[in-house]
């Protein structure tokens, strides 16, 4: 069968006029998965709450005279109706109003309080809890999920419930849209993708209640996922094998570009249903992709449409300005040596491994359970990391550009120091443990203060690093597993990965126990995923393994023997004397 590999290498060109344009384009995909992946560092913002007083307007005429303003009449009402609590934040404890509390204030007591002043007698009062609702400080926000949907006291766990939901609809659409691209194409699977996130984002912005809300956030991580992979698989597919590695890294970086522009549009859009909607449906526009994309050329080769993938190739000569041969299928073109495959060409040899093979043996067995940990933790500490730049201090908007913006220089460092002599391994060792390192340095910075930029700093530092790691692992891993398990082992390492997703925003709620010790588990958990990768065999350079008994010797030290000294009758009498 006609190889795509050869066509690209020998007459296409593996990455010429053709395949940059449409990777430009491919690449814009990754920008609306940024948006709703990030999202909400936004939607999900902590902002000061407190209870709804009942009869606050006639409360207000007693205490609020002498042409006093608005917000000083906020201020005092809240004085005489809401308890205060110690709070700490990072910057000692501090005086704040409870969110779940407020007096039992009659108009009778404030009537008193407003002839002599005396509040004493008014916080003396019973406490109830906000069975009226509450209030919302909308300074910074004009409207948040959490406002809307009064999730606060002892619903405040659900707005990371909200974001699992979406990282759960990331695994689940992974399996689903695996198996819709092979089956129905590439670019049908990304266009049925996407008019459904679109669909769906659109929806969202409309939720009457909160489980709905959840549901829609779940159905677009799904659905966004699928639109994602159809353009990384479209865009790894179109290029040589040469330039696999680099243009999957660089696909990366449009994502970054998302994740800035996020930052913009939520510095614009205080109101989180519009932000929604901005975000949702421009995405319709990637309908015309129909017109300026081409199906995977690769992928019809492969399903034996090879009328359809001649047109496809065609199209790609021309633009390119190649000329290619009467029949390409003939095959005489290609020069008749045997080429090794390098590092960067994937396949998953044509034989199915069930998940247990790969733990069958034990250094194959030492090997996934590795790269699975160091998947997770990638994911945990990318997104635990992301969805806490509101709580770093200063601003929030500037926090969320700048992690956006780390992500472009550390997926090129990632391209360079995996080449160089550091090699896969001690590149990764390296970037997680100074992630790690970094990660719970910050926590002990104070949020408030002077020392603000310092905190901000040394996070971004940990970001930088977590995702320069993050870059790398898709390829040390595909490198280390042989042919045959190849695909099932990057697909199980990812399955895991969405684990880490769906468990970050869960272990941020730490931070209501003691604040630094979200920061704490991240960072630990990054230096133990760096130290892990140690064991592991460097793969830059290396003949990678073609079968599970090449993948079970590769790196696996060799066995100990023992050099013998025969006695004198050269019989039994043999001692050992040395292992080496």
């Not at 042409?67 to 501090?94: F, H, M, W, Y």
């Not at 949907?149 to 992974?174: E, H, I, K, N, P």
Request: charged letters at 15%; a neutral charge; one cysteine or more.
């Amino acid at each position: 069968m006609l190889q795509f590999d050869d066509v690209l290498k020998y007459l296409l060109g593996e990455f010429g006029s053709y395949q940059k344009r449409l990777f430009i384009l491919l690449g814009m995909i990754a920008i609306p998965g940024a948006y709703h992946a990030i999202l909400p560092v936004f939607y999900s913002a902590s902002t000061d709450a407190w209870c709804k007083v009942p009869n606050v307007d006639e409360i207000s005429k007693h205490v609020c005279v002498h042409n006093i303003t608005i917000d000083s009449c906020i201020q005092l009402v809240k004085n005489i109706t809401i308890p205060r609590e110690t709070a700490d934040k990072g910057c000692g404890p501090t005086s704040i109003f409870s969110q779940c509390q407020r007096f039992n204030v009659s108009i009778s007591d404030v009537i008193r309080y407003s002839d002599d002043g005396d509040i004493s007698y008014l916080h003396n009062n019973s406490k109830l809890s906000c069975t009226h609702g509450w209030e919302y400080d909308t300074s910074k926000y004009t409207s948040t999920v959490s406002q809307q949907f009064d999730l606060v006291c002892d619903q405040s766990y659900l707005t990371a419930m909200a974001t699992s939901c979406y990282m759960a609809g990331l695994l689940v659409g992974s399996i689903f849209y695996g198996y819709i691209l092979d089956r129905f194409g590439r670019l049908r699977g990304f266009l049925f993708a996407m008019t459904l996130s679109t669909i769906i984002g659109t929806v969202t912005a409309f939720a009457p209640n909160f489980t709905v809300f959840a549901i829609c956030r779940f159905l677009q991580g799904a659905n966004m996922i699928g639109a994602y992979i159809a353009g990384f698989v479209l865009a790894a597919e179109i290029v040589g094998p040469s330039k696999r590695t680099t243009c999957g890294m660089v696909f990366h970086i449009f994502f970054g570009i998302g994740y800035m522009l996020l930052a913009l549009f939520g510095f614009l859009i205080r109101t989180w249903w519009i932000l929604q909607l901005a975000l949702s449906v421009p995405t319709i526009l990637f309908v015309s992709f129909w017109w300026l994309i081409p199906e995977s050329p690769r992928w019809l080769l492969n399903v034996g449409k090879n009328d359809e993938a001649l047109n496809v190739i065609k199209k790609f000569a021309e633009v390119n300005d190649v000329t290619l041969p009467n029949d390409i299928f003939d095959e005489s073109w290609k020069p008749s040596i045997r080429e090794e495959k390098t590092g960067t060409d994937v396949e998953d040899g044509g034989q199915k491994f069930i998940i247990i093979e790969l733990f069958r043996l034990p250094n194959m067995r030492k090997k996934t359970l590795i790269l699975m940990y160091n998947w997770l933790v990638n994911t945990l500490v990318y997104y635990g990391l992301s969805f806490n730049t509101s709580n770093l201090g200063g601003n929030d908007f500037i926090n969320c550009f700048l992690a956006g913006a780390v992500e472009i220089p550390a997926y090129l460092l990632g391209i360079f120091i995996m080449e160089s002599r550091l090699g896969r391994r001690w590149s990764m060792f390296y970037t997680m443990v100074i992630g790690g390192v970094a990660c719970v340095a910050a926590a002990f910075v104070p949020t408030c203060g002077n020392l603000v930029w310092l905190g901000i700093t040394i996070t971004m530092i940990s970001k930088f690093s977590v995702t320069c790691s993050f870059g790398m692992v898709y390829l040390f891993t595909a490198e280390l597993f042989p042919t045959p398990a190849r695909s099932l082992g990057v697909g199980l390492c990812s399955m895991v990965a969405r684990v880490g997703g769906i468990t970050a925003p869960q272990l941020l709620l730490m931070a209501s126990i003691w604040d630094k010790l979200p920061a704490i588990v991240f960072g630990i958990a990054a230096v133990v995923a760096g130290i892990l990768v140690l064991p592991l065999p460097e793969t830059r350079g290396k003949k990678l393994p073609e079968t599970m008994e090449e993948g079970e010797k590769f790196g696996r030290r060799p066995a100990k023997q023992s050099i013998y000294i025969p006695g004198k009758d050269h019989g039994d009498s043999a001692v050992a004397m040395k292992s080496v």
